[in-house]
């Protein structure tokens, strides 16, 4: 599981926080990074760590080394790990490359025998320059791409495609394992809270993780003290907005 900041540390893990139960914001905005089930997934972390089932190094490992030690054979699994990789592996000359299958994200069985695993979920986005000389063209370009023409061209050739009639083609059943994977995830996955202190809540989750990671502090600890920086950063934003609000003419 690639460890690296900024882009893998947190989102890799949110995977196992959200699974357990646990997570870091509430929709209503409560700060939620030290309840039970938000430490039970630390310490799933941390039992990772002191067990020896993930690299000691596991801090400067991203995604290419991840993808590299998959087609090496250096590793048994990754997982969560970006479902990006597999039509790389798929479409490389490892030697393993046809022994390595995927699934679903592991999941936490609660008392009912129910399994809960929930995904991360995001995604690319297009875009074109408000100034651009060529408005016209690029909005073609966009809508091409977008579409069920392109959505297929970019399949075939190992990407992942936007649309769910691509996903769900049957063209794809065979070449096309991730497909169908994919479309289950999307009915289950869960994207990180949208918030104006976003890259402030990022960066407290990550050094909390990366204090159960290093064995530096336990995970209830952690993220009590995680907890609290979200908790100050929370009320410091709403005073702003609210003099902001009582200043305005």
Not at 74 to 93: C, G, L, R, T
Not at 136 to 153: D, N, P, S, V, Y
Not at 161 to 177: E, G, K, N, Q, T
């Amino acid at each position: 599981m690639p460890a690296v900041i900024p882009e893998e540390r947190e989102k890799i893990f949110d995977s196992i926080l959200w699974s357990f139960g646990g997570d870091i914001i509430g929709d209503d905005g409560q700060v939620l990074i030290d309840t039970k089930e938000s430490i039970q997934s630390g310490e799933y972390l941390e039992k990772l760590v002191r067990d020896k089932i993930v690299p000691g190094d596991l801090m400067s490992w991203d995604f290419s080394r991840t993808r590299d030690a998959l087609l090496n054979g250096d590793v048994a699994m990754a997982a969560p790990y970006w479902n990006s990789a597999y039509p790389m592996i798929k479409q490389s000359n490892s030697p393993h490359k046809d022994y390595i299958r995927i699934a679903l994200i592991p999941g936490i069985r609660d008392k009912s025998g129910e399994v809960r695993r929930v995904p991360f979920q995001h995604g690319w986005t297009l875009a074109m320059n408000a100034s651009s000389t060529n408005q016209l063209h690029a909005w073609r370009f966009l809508e091409f791409a977008t579409g069920k023409q392109g959505g297929m061209i970019y399949a075939k050739n190992g990407g992942i495609p936007a649309r769910r009639s691509i996903l769900s083609d049957p063209v794809f059943r065979d070449s096309r394992p991730d497909f169908a994977l994919i479309l289950e995830s999307m009915s289950i996955a869960k994207s990180e809270p949208s918030l104006i202190y976003y890259p402030a809540m990022v960066n407290v989750e990550e050094d909390a993780l990366a204090k159960i990671l290093t064995l530096f502090a336990s995970p209830s600890e952690a993220f009590k003290a995680a907890a609290v920086e979200l908790r100050n950063l929370s009320a410091h934003i709403s005073i702003k907005g609210t003099k902001r609000m009582g200043e305005s003419p």
